[in-house]
């Protein structure tokens, strides 16, 4: 069983930088594939950035070159660093992992980036 808590979230205004944090508990191994997606009113959740086994994924266009994805497998965390913050990156942020085929998911934190 994985549990995943996420933090970091907050009131920021546009331009400037937040880092969420994503600590799991439970086993998860440097290969395990984690990610962080996010949900803003009215639409689908969609992927933010992904990281296996230390190396980067996807980052989704809107966000490359501003967010970047890392994790310290010491800490069973996964990190989100933001930066140059827009009002359109306001949503709830999800992390994820995937263990032997099952996604599992945090419960959320509010990013709210005011213009």
């Known amino acids: 069983q994985v549990q995943l808590v996420e933090s970091g979230g907050g009131l920021v205004q546009a331009g400037g930088s937040l880092r969420l944090s994503c600590a799991a508990s439970g086993t998860i191994f440097s290969h395990n594939a984690m990610g962080w997606y996010r949900q803003a009113p009215g639409k689908q959740r969609e992927l933010v950035a992904t990281i296996t086994s230390g190396v980067a994924g996807n980052y989704a266009d809107s966000v490359k070159g501003r967010f970047t994805i890392f994790r310290d497998n010491i800490k069973n965390t996964v990190y989100l660093q933001m930066n140059n913050l827009k009002p359109e990156d306001t949503a709830v942020y999800y992390c994820?992992?995937?263990?032997?085929?099952?996604?599992?998911w945090g419960q959320g934190t509010q990013v709210t980036v005011s213009s």
């Open positions: 994820n992992a995937l263990l032997r085929g099952t996604i599992y």
